[in-house]
């Protein structure tokens, strides 16, 4: 296809990142360097339609990131939209014929697409005057540090879904709040100036109903508002850092709710 912009292949970048959290058949779906729909299964044509069904409006003119080979079925799924882009480890034969109809897209072969970055990579970003300099956040979590904090404990399922919405909020601007449901996204609030209008817009942009959803943020809730909005929109179980003053007090909403929550550290 024609030439990557500069925003392609920064918000390219940001697709791989978070791809790269994932080992199951996974695809990441982003617009304006935020993902609008991740979705992992048994199968990338699953992965793909979990992706798309979290925001069928956002998708559109996005770019979308896969960790299989993307097969025919999968191929003419993305054809009936407008993508920019298609990353893949691999395309079927008949998934490139399909994908080629449409006059502009770009498709990537990478066929390391999984590998991280090195230990000790430089994450570099310009600021007026000088570059800021950090290592690249390697560390999705440390498994010793989770912590059960309020009355309920999660279920299996309910964990599996924490995991897998810990691992999109990573990757979203903050303030970031994640819901999911079934290891896909449903709900995505990024870059909100405070965390309730972060939690709200996910909320509200849920394209499924929130009932017996798992939500994940990025950072400690200030207040306990957070909490009461999750449990009137049936969320079940919350994940996030902890570390507020007020932490107690959006415990004890959780508990009043019956809502499981784990703190990270």
Sequence with gaps: GKELSFNNINDANGALELLKEFDAPTVVAVKHANACGVGSGYDIYTAYKKAYDCDPVSIFGGIIAANRKIDKQTAEEI??????????????PDALEILR??????LLKLEDIERKQP????????VNGGILVQEVDGELLVEEDLKVVTNRIPTQKEKEDLLFAWKVVKHIKS???ILAKDQATIGIGPGQVNRIWAVENAIRQANVDTK???????AFFPFPDCVE???????????????????????????????????TG
Excluded: H, W
């Design 175 to 177: 303030n970031g709040i």
């Design 229 to 263: 909005a999750a449990a009137k929109a049936g969320i079940t179980a919350i994940i996030q850092p902890g570390g507020s003053i007020r932490d107690q007090e959006s415990i004890d909403m959780a508990n009043k709710y019956g809502i499981a929550m784990i703190f």
């Design 212 to 218: 017996e959803s798992v939500m994940a943020s990025d």
């Design 79 to 92: 054809n009936k939209i407008f993508i920019e882009i298609v990353i893949a480890p691999d395309f079927e």
């Design 101 to 106: 109809s449409k006059k502009n897209i770009r």
């Design 119 to 126: 230990k000790g990579s430089l994450d570099i970003k310009k």
